[in-house]
């Protein structure tokens, strides 16, 4: 009986180094090689124009009110031979063209403006209300939709959870609905709203990343309805996430002044002297940036400064 298990056993291991063996030859290791962004750029910003230069949109539908809906924007392919119907415009000819730098990359992306809105404008950092429809450039599938409005935020806490730079770029180029009516029935109806349909390459939107039914280096566009916006203060100190912005390049994860490894948005104490940002709001008007100290900047950025309004409490 040992005899036979002992070479049962040699048998088994055998059959399993053979499968491992043939699973190694079978499935080789496969590398993934991050494009450079200049080059990626390159060929995206082809494709887009391109595909602007390509097709159409319902134009003359737009000419007069403001209160149309992402379903109502049509845009169609012009076969060759075709010309464009009347009451339409090729999107070559009607989007604006917008330039940025990013990650150290010079990038273009393009704005169909149908509806500015009549309210305010979000900014980069903010919680927008929004219906959408997002398709894949070259081969306009749609890959999510939104048809009931739905609370997003531009900007989540450190990279996680915010939008694409795109959107961050180009929401706060649009307006909020002037006004809104909360019907008996629940729905919320919204007027002169923004509205517009927007063309993002890669660069500023996933890049190599995938998500679900988009491939990685996939040019974007988003049909979509810019309706409410909360102002953001994310770590609740009296500050407007937006003004912690300090060197101005629409981007909070890199400012840190105490250099503590936390970005001063969701910094509690930003320049680490032990008193918290909303205790240097010393003539408690809720706005610490306008107490400003004997170097000439705002006490809550300079850690010579430790007065606090809550001393005599």
């Not at 500015?116 to 894949?136: A, H, I, M, N, W």
């Not at 300090?246 to 250099?259: A, I, K, P, R, S």
Request: proline residues 5%; glycine residues 8%; negative net charge.
């Amino acid at each position: 009986m040992k005899l036979k298990s002992l070479k049962f056993t040699l048998l088994l291991t055998a059959l399993i180094v053979a499968f491992i063996s043939c699973k190694d030859d079978d499935e080789p290791n496969v590398t993934f090689e991050i494009r450079d962004r200049a080059e990626q750029q390159i060929a995206d910003k082809d494709s887009l124009l391109d595909y602007l230069s390509s097709n159409y949109y319902n134009s003359s539908l737009f000419e007069s009110g403001t209160n149309h809906r992402i379903g109502d924007i049509v845009i169609t392919e012009l076969m060759e031979g075709e010309t464009v119907p009347d009451g339409s415009t090729l999107l070559i000819d009607a989007v604006e063209t917008h330039f940025t730098t990013y990650l150290e990359t010079d990038y273009e992306y393009y704005i169909l403006r149908l509806n500015q809105g009549g309210g305010e404008s979000p900014k980069f950092t903010d919680q927008v209300r929004v219906r959408y429809e997002g398709f894949l450039e070259d081969t306009g599938n749609i890959f999510d939709a939104i048809a009931t409005p739905e609370d997003l935020p531009l900007q989540g806490l450190g990279f996680s959870g915010s939008a694409i730079r795109g959107w961050q770029l180009i929401l706060p180029e649009f307006n909020t609905a002037s006004d809104f009516v909360n019907e008996p029935d629940g729905i919320t109806n919204y007027n002169d709203y923004g509205l517009g349909v927007m063309f993002v390459p890669s660069g500023l939107a996933y890049f190599a990343t995938t998500r679900p039914n988009i491939p990685a280096y996939s040019n974007l566009i988003f049909k979509f309805e810019l309706l409410q916006y909360q102002e953001e203060d994310h770590d609740n100190d009296g500050i407007p996430t937006y003004m912690e912005d300090y060197n101005g390049n629409l981007d909070v994860n890199d400012d840190d002044t105490d250099e503590d490894g936390s970005p001063d948005y969701i910094d509690l104490d930003d320049d680490g002297d032990g008193v918290l940002t909303m205790f240097e709001d010393i003539d408690g008007d809720g706005d610490p940036t306008n107490d400003i100290g004997a170097n000439g900047i705002p006490k809550y950025l300079d850690p010579e400064e430790t007065e606090s309004n809550q001393e005599d409490s």
